[in-house]
């Protein structure tokens, strides 16, 4: 078994939307779905990260942009379509580590023609708008005429599925027969971003060209050459496809004369340079972020899916785009960013690839005008980041949606989740801490920090008879319910994305006199401001339960029908209980870790106890409707002693697109599930955290079966390699390093090994 | 068994092109391809007639249009496509006698969704550029919401089957939110035409309208609204689309303006009202060419099926338009006018509808000035009618085709076939003969005769050594020979022509005078050409056999390898033999009748003896590869008392299509057959001729199991009906009629009855 592989051995048509979802190939700069070539069937998706529009859509969304992906073969008047044919053999295999998508298949038409296809796709690495295809292709049973469509469509939709919301977002501006190749133009409606692909055909054997005719035609939105070749029965031909994807969205230039330069540098590349040079980056990033388990091959496979695709989804050098929760791999969500990139995905850039965490937060750093925006408009001050963000960072949730039934209902989340704005600020403080980035904490984070405390302080509300602080009619993590107050991890959150705030000024006021100053006359703060803080910080209001051991979810929480989960389907996840006559929202059942997920993120705040007895309380109530959930519970398990869920959360979490169990896998990725696959390794079961000084500290704990877990991370300009088996734990680290394992300190000096029993 | 019914009970994707052209809906001004809404299988097709492009194909061709069909039924969220789901019953059935096309079906989604569909389909008769389409839509396991999609798709291209020929004729112009409805405009890319599809929808039950949302939506070239409904488990809806197709080709005033106006005409007429006038103009046509044939059912189906595609092929209200080799029925041929129409098709409608036969005469008569120019460009004079004509009269054969094993060869017959200029001739003077129609024989007429005898004048090529008139390097009917010199069928209709045009000159002459000198005078013509036409008239060369008994098809025919057909398939057809080192053009096979063509059409020009002798030796010769040689054969065959063969032949002429025995239905109707089935019928079955003396005479034989066989013509402005049963004929006329039966002579007067034992 390749450790290395995800492969789909059998052809169905039906799964071919979920499969487009795995077999993604992108570059955090575009993703293109891994569609089949040869079946109409699914649906196609070409995304560039940033280009976003609304059109007649409820609110705007990543656009799909015109599919370049576009191959036909034709046996004499016949058209291989995979659907139409009887498959002798059929494979496609994500090779994760060279990131190079394998398919190859053997169909008998209609008509009888036997033909082999063997293709491989890469989106390229090395050079972010490359992108190519290599067919061989061999007749089994003929002789005869073959031609070779190249076709650029740009007649696609978002939502193709959904013929009440399908929506086209572009209009097909320019064709071109562009010698060599083909290229089609689309224009955006609302904001005319253009987006340009080009794409062409070589085909050569040992004596060179095997091409005979051309045929060069434009139909309306679709573009397409079409090549004769003849081939000969047993003997295979090579047909390499390069593809160059621009957009103005980042390239001021002329689009069509840029890309025809590029294709041309690309060629003269050739294929199996670029293809080189783009594993030798893969091998780089696997070097980096890759989590090595030994005795367990359907763990080790799954979290290197989810490595796969985070670090897929990322591009470190574009800081005005951020990772979507469906990743570039569809388009759920609308391709929207939700907590879930600070929260589920950032930890793992910020301990691999630190600079891909940079950019992420730069991203909201270059939305704080949406941000404010969104307070203002709203009636608060400071910046107020929205729950859905696109390109400006302004609200775009939608107002309504559908419910379980499919009936229409008013989606608040826009309205009331707050948290987002501390959860940003966590990953600010987060990413400070583990990197040390004084110039973007300078620059950037310590803005952000004051500016969301700023709205915090504008939207608190001060009770006089008990004297406290408290924060009415929102939604928490678990969307369950709504309109609740005093919502802990909103309150929490609010008040050390407070403390946060007061800590950093006062940092900065000493580290950069002038910066502070300027600071606080662009973002009209002043002392009065700090000693309200202080005050919502000391008064901020968290209910909990009379002993004071578990933290009330919000107020009133404990009041509601206590249903609790007590079966479980084939998959061990909660089946529905019965309500006993109560909706949803009156019963105490929950979608996702809330308190739960509180403490992970700040597991320096509760006592073991108060984790255990929430972990308890809480576990016993939580149905995972959200695929964030799985991941965290098995993080808190392991914190508190439960082993035993640990290990099955952990599963479910990297298996959740493998085994498609939200059963949504073919609107795209589970981008924060496989943030939170990384986290319940790295945090979950090799107890990572870092205490209140400062020091990291690891408190490994291995499922039976595992032989070994071995991983790098990034501390503080120094990288750490960590090697876990059953009777001892290497630590390698390249710079100076303060360690504590199961309690006990460490130093480990420049380049030295350091070796603990068991 | 209803013999006016065409059905299909069984759905097989693999065959949707062939019932698309089975069940193609016409009305002479426009055709709609019999496509299946809920199948993206088949190769759908609108046409109007005469609306011809060029672009980048290599000859201008019919125009496949903006496709208005459009329909979907999504149940929830699953679109229902029957190539998706499993069928639990299926059928379509085309009404021929009411001009409906009728499908239902019951499919089984995916999900499991049990849904019945029914539908009838028209295109209308009573005002041509309407046409509806009725769904009866009802859930057989489902409550539930359900969307119905009415869109129009503008990314049609003719030959879609054909990757290096795929050509789009058009660009989408308009898209309309019409209220109520949609619309969609396309402009051809040559001549700038203009074709507004408008289409809408209505859904009502006993309670009025059942729609609750609409959703409009553009789509680059394909324009779309959705209406959502909620059905109920057992409960039918009926929606009911409403279509207008309008042009610019023939209407002068605002596309868009009109359409909407005659859309709300349509729908304040309403469908029901509409379906009947349209069925009671069918019933009226019925009347004019029904051939009713008793004791054969197989017979009687197969006969109408080509009567009512003839019928629905034409269109009397256009007089620039004629009937394409291919019908409204596909792209085969591009749309193509060829000798089909004159030869094959005229004589049932100069018998059954004369003012349509008068106005594909008048396409020609308009089309003069095209064929004029192709005389001049070939370098000779007078008119030369092109072999493929299209919007002009311009030559449009394509000079390069494909052979039958797929190689690229040279098409001769658009510089070769000559023929077609006095099969042109033969329908004037046949249209005539029949009509009395003094009125277009004058003004249109005489024209014709004489400048296609112009024509020939300068084509000839006198001999001197033999002192004879020659004409070489041609091609005759049977298009296995290339470049053969003096064929028959050519010069000797090249003769018939000129003594037609002295004939007619000399009647026009005394009948109007100053209209005949206005001709000379236009034409160019005077006494000298008229001597030399006489000159030819009398020396044209015709080769016969030694005997004179078997004319020699062209001179040297009886040299070539003479290889007979000895075996032949399970449908009774030639299998190809043995060329014995030959190439097929240096044997004796025949594509199909040639000599036997012209005893056809001129029957009084040879002896009895003759006819059986030629039919003997080129029916063993004949390979039938056109589907235009069956019918033909057996109207020889019945003439010298081959009367086995006859029914075969019969049979396969009706049977071409609906046995797709030429295995190219896919491509469009075989109209020349379907004019051929008539022929055979009433020329060969029914012996119907008129002889030199101009009297009509018929001479039935019928097949043992016909028990009658009836039907009525036009003879000179009455209304002839005749009956002929096992033991007498029965002859009505609305007009005084002079009759040969089994060559004794009867005066019919005014509505009376003859009965004549047999």
Redesign the interface.
Known sequence: MNLWKISLDKYNS?DNRKYETLFTLANGYRGIRGALEFS?KGNKGNYIAGIFDKS?SQVTEIVNLQDPLGF?I?I??E?VDIDECVLDSFKRELDMYKGILYTSFIAIT?KGKSIEVKCERFVSRNKINRWAAKYEITPLNFN??V?L?NYID??V?NSA????N???HF??KNNYDSNPGIALTVETNDNNIKALELTTLMGENEIGNIFK?R?Y??????V?E?Y?TFMTEGKSSTIVKYGISISDRDLKSDLYASGTRQLKDFMKDGYDVEIKKHIIIWEKIWNEIDINIDGDEKAQIGIRFNLFQLASSAYEGDTTISIAAKGLHGEGYKGHVFWDTEVFMLPFFIYTRPDVAKALLMYRYNTLKGARKNAETTGYKGARFAWEAADEGLEVTPKWGVDYD?NAVRIWTGDEEYHINSDIAFGIVEYYRATNDKEFIVNQGVEILLDTAKFWQSRVEYNKVEDRYEISSVIGPDEFHEHVDNNVFTNYLAKWNIEKALFFKNWLKIEDNVKYKVLCSKLGLNEEDFNVWEMIYKKMYIPKSEDGMIIEQFEGYFDLADIEISKYDENEMPIWPDFKGNKLGETQLLKQADVAQLMIMLPEEFSEDVKKFNYEYYEQRTMHKSSLSPSMYSILGLAVGDRQNAYKYFMKAIYTDLEDNQGNTDFGLHAAAAGGSWQSAIFGFVGLRVNKEGILNINPWLPEQWEGLSFNINWKNSRVSISISKDKIEVNSTGDLSLNIYDKKYLISNKKHLVVER
Do not use: I
């Open positions: 039906y109409s007649q036909n034709y004499e008047d058209k209609k005869g005429k031609f469509e740009g007649s939709t599925w959904d013929v009440m399908k929506t086209k209009k097909v005719n045929r035609s434009e139909f309306g939105e679709l397409s079409v004769e499919g």
